[in-house]
C-alpha cells in the first residue's frame, strides 16, 4: 500500500479550532470522494515538545499503489478536494510526499 502524507498550516484568517472544525466537517467528505481511497486519517496537532508546531495538522491517505494515488488526486474529486484546500490552509506550506509504511511498533 502507499500512503500520501501532507503536512498543513492553517489559513491565517483562522483559529487552531476553526481550523479543525473546517477540515473535519467541511473537507472530510470531499476527501472520502477521492477515488480508490482506502483510508484517510487526519491528525491535528495538539502541542510540540519545544511549543512551535511547523504545522497544524497531518493528513494521510492510503492507495493500493502510486498509479492510483496519482490518478486519484489528478481526477475532479481530487480537484475538489485541492480547490478546496484554500479555504482553510495556506497553499504555499503544504509539505506533500507519497511514501511506504513500514510498522515497527504495534499493539495488538
Given at each position: 500500500?502507499?500512503?500520501?502524507?501532507?503536512?498543513?498550516a492553517?489559513h491565517?484568517s483562522?483559529t487552531?479550532e476553526?481550523?479543525v472544525?473546517y477540515w473535519r466537517?467541511?473537507?472530510?467528505?470531499?476527501a472520502?470522494?477521492?477515488p480508490?481511497?482506502?483510508r484517510?486519517?487526519i491528525s491535528?496537532v495538539?502541542?510540540?515538545p519545544?511549543g512551535?508546531?511547523?504545522?497544524?495538522g497531518?493528513?494521510?491517505?492510503?492507495?493500493?499503489d502510486?498509479?492510483?494515488?496519482?490518478?486519484s488526486?489528478a481526477?475532479?474529486?481530487?480537484?475538489?478536494a485541492?480547490?478546496?484546500m484554500?479555504r482553510f490552509?495556506?497553499?504555499d506550506?503544504i509539505?506533500?510526499?507519497?511514501?511506504?509504511e513500514e510498522?515497527?511498533?504495534?499493539?495488538?
Amino acid at each position: 500500500m502507499i500512503k500520501f502524507v501532507a503536512t498543513l498550516a492553517k489559513h491565517p484568517s483562522m483559529t487552531h479550532e476553526e481550523f479543525v472544525r473546517y477540515w473535519r466537517v467541511q473537507h472530510v467528505p470531499l476527501a472520502r470522494e477521492l477515488p480508490g481511497l482506502r483510508r484517510y486519517v487526519i491528525s491535528p496537532v495538539v502541542a510540540s515538545p519545544d511549543g512551535k508546531a511547523p504545522y497544524d495538522g497531518v493528513a494521510e491517505l492510503w492507495f493500493d499503489d502510486e498509479e492510483t494515488c496519482r490518478a486519484s488526486l489528478a481526477s475532479p474529486a481530487g480537484a475538489r478536494a485541492r480547490q478546496d484546500m484554500e479555504r482553510f490552509t495556506e497553499p504555499d506550506r503544504i509539505t506533500r510526499a507519497i511514501t511506504v509504511e513500514e510498522r515497527i511498533v504495534w499493539a495488538d
